[in-house]
């Protein structure tokens, strides 16, 4: 009797991994907006911790088993962060990582049913308009409605100074105004100017924790930086301002030229 139950339950293991479960699957912020699905079994699952967890993560244990997985982990340093659905090991602990690493954010959940596994907060990008600008002077003439392809130009102009910010920093793909003015230096040497409005998204925080996005030795110096939601609300008072000063000198002129008369 207990032969076959051992034999009925080996049997169950080996269709399991042969046949595995369906997963929910993609591999960066932008591709798990609309997922795919992708069949899990022990096989892949290792695949998968060698491409995204080894350079991080200890090998897991020999009794680690596969599961549909959800892994939203930043780390400190130079390795990239990890935004993942898909087949891996049914166990990742934040005190697996290996020596030297550090991770600033680390959440990892697995499942056992197909499709079980999803991002809570991934959400259609929001529609939202910003003004836009790379140079003084930084006005309000150029305008663009957010997209994807906006956010990742803002990140490659701002990457090309002295910042290391990347789509993959962002899990929800939402958008919002940027408004920065600001001087970058490395190694307190070879300053350079930056004035910027664009689009990011809206978890990317580049205002209040700009550190985070900095490469090793660059430090800044920032004049102004501002990060909002709403149509145009990036937009710069100044023109405005200088036109009232302007409008408020001509009727003045025009009163006090009137009393001398």
Do not use: W
Not at 85 to 101: E, I, M, P, R, Y
Not at 140 to 152: F, G, I, P
Not at 160 to 169: C, E, L, P, V
């Amino acid at each position: 009797m207990y032969c076959k139950l051992i034999l009925v339950a080996i049997f169950c293991v080996l269709v399991r991994d042969a046949y595995g479960l369906e997963c929910n699957n993609c591999t960066d912020a932008t591709s798990c907006l609309t997922p795919n699905t992708a069949i899990c079994n022990i096989t892949a699952a290792y695949k998968n911790y060698q491409t995204f967890f080894a350079p991080g993560y200890n090998s897991p244990s020999v009794n680690a088993t596969f599961a549909c997985a959800t892994a939203n982990i930043t780390f400190n340093g130079v390795l990239s962060a990890i935004q993942f659905l898909g087949c891996a090991f049914d166990k990742l602990n934040q005190s697996d990582s290996k020596t030297g690493v550090n991770t600033s954010s680390f959440y990892y959940e697995s499942c056992t049913t197909d499709r079980c596994n999803a991002f809570p907060a991934v959400q259609p990008p929001n529609t939202i308009s910003c003004y836009t600008c790379d140079s003084e002077p930084c006005g309000n003439d150029n305008k663009v409605q957010c997209t994807n392809s906006l956010v990742d130009h803002t990140f490659s102009s701002l990457n090309a100074t002295g910042y290391s910010i990347f789509s993959d920093d962002s899990v929800s793909h939402n958008f919002k105004c940027l408004t920065l003015n600001t001087t970058l230096s490395n190694n307190g040497a070879n300053e350079t100017d930056i004035v910027y409005k664009g689009c990011i998204y809206s978890d990317v925080d580049i205002c209040g924790q700009s550190q985070n996005y900095l490469k090793p030795g660059y430090k800044t110096n920032t004049k102004n930086c501002t990060e909002c939601e709403g149509d145009y609300c990036n937009r710069t008072n100044g023109s405005s301002v200088v036109a009232t000063s302007f409008l408020l000198g001509v009727i003045f002129t025009i009163v006090f030229g009137m009393k001398l008369i």
